[in-house]
């Protein structure tokens, strides 16, 4: 399975963003599916994950403005970023676990850029 990651770029302050994560097989035995980003100099962090059953985590920074969704018929997970800040500038990846091996996948990332 390969995971096709897009909708970063630059936006300014407060913007929004879309995400998405498109794999190129089912995504059903996927759990859970997740967003991490990666700021220069920084350490990978977690930034959103939902289980196959639509429970979903953030970490503090999201919450409240980030919403993370998965659409199974369609095979893609989705980050909705709203009111951006420029500590969000971070290379974004998808990560997708398999439930019965915990074997992941990641898509090959997307860059957010908030300029102040």
């Known amino acids: 399975v390969q995971l096709q990651a897009s909708g970063g770029g630059l936006v300014q302050a407060g913007g929004s963003l879309r995400l998405s994560c498109a794999a190129s097989?089912?995504?059903?035995?996927?759990?859970?599916m997740g967003w991490f980003r990666q700021a220069p100099g920084k350490q990978r962090e977690l930034v959103a994950a939902?289980?196959?059953?639509?429970?979903?985590n953030y970490t503090d920074s999201a919450k409240g403005r980030f919403t993370i969704s998965r659409d199974n018929t369609k095979n893609t997970v989705y980050l909705q970023m709203n009111n951006l800040k420029p500590e969000d500038t971070a290379v974004y990846y998808c990560?997708?676990?398999?439930?019965?091996?915990?074997?992941?996948?990641w898509g090959q990332g997307t860059e957010v850029t908030v300029s102040s």
């Open positions: 097989g089912s995504i059903f035995s996927f759990n859970p």
């Open positions: 939902i289980t196959r059953g639509g429970i979903t």
């Open positions: 990560r997708a676990r398999v439930a019965s091996s915990g074997f992941e996948y």
